[in-house]
């Protein structure tokens, strides 16, 4: 039996894991995260989001790279052999957003790192929460981790790249406008996931 699994992207701001958590606990499914989601996991992501770290940018897709692997192996493979729901906040498309278009890195590279750390394992469906620039930085008022503090033509370079991906796929991508109520939002998104499913 083969199990199911989810994805959440998008910006900073934009919502996705209160969703993911949302859809989650509807489904019963199991909640993970990239990065973290593991014990391992957990110690590269306190790295990668250290405001005081100075990390270069190929660095930064490499450490990706290793939670990822990592986080695929022993939560991912073991969820869907089990014929689970799993649903995770970011993926390997992150990867291609943040370090691709937000770093200017190749695509094709981060692409090809990213594939061979998931074992070329990708979501069966992404849900990606599309918010404006200006609403992504009003709800961004806080102290601000090491990505957060990128910057924002940073910020519009990903959030640009996660709308490219999305026109590119409409099969396996649905973009969801993230600025109604969360309510409004989960009911949305419960309900084209129950269609996505009936095939």
């Known amino acids: 039996m083969t199990g199911t699994w989810i994805a959440f992207e998008g910006g900073e701001g934009s919502g996705k894991s209160t969703q993911a958590r949302r859809l989650a606990e509807t489904l019963d499914a199991v909640l993970t995260r990239e990065p973290g989601g593991t014990p391992v996991g957990e110690r590269v992501r306190a790295v990668l989001l250290d405001p005081s770290a100075d990390i270069d940018p190929r660095a930064e897709t490499l450490l990706m790279a290793a939670d990822r692997a990592q986080h695929v192996s022993s939560v991912v493979v073991p969820a869907l052999e089990r014929g689970e729901v799993i649903v995770s906040d970011r993926s390997a498309y992150s990867s291609i957003a943040y370090q691709g278009h937000g770093r200017g890195l190749p695509f094709d590279e981060v692409r090809s790192i990213s594939a ?18 200006d609403v992504r930085s009003a709800r961004m008022q806080r102290d601000h981790d090491r990505l957060e503090a990128a910057g924002a033509a ?24 993230g600025t109604p109520p969360p309510d409004e939002i989960a009911a949305h998104i419960l309900e084209t996931y129950r269609r996505w499913s009936r095939g």
């Open 154 to 177: 940073f910020h519009q370079r990903v959030n640009a790249g996660f709308r490219e991906m999305a026109a590119a796929d409409p099969d396996g991508w649905i973009v969801v406008d």
């Open 116 to 133: 061979w750390a998931s074992g070329g394992r990708w979501p069966d469906l992404v849900f990606l929460l599309d918010v404006p620039d």
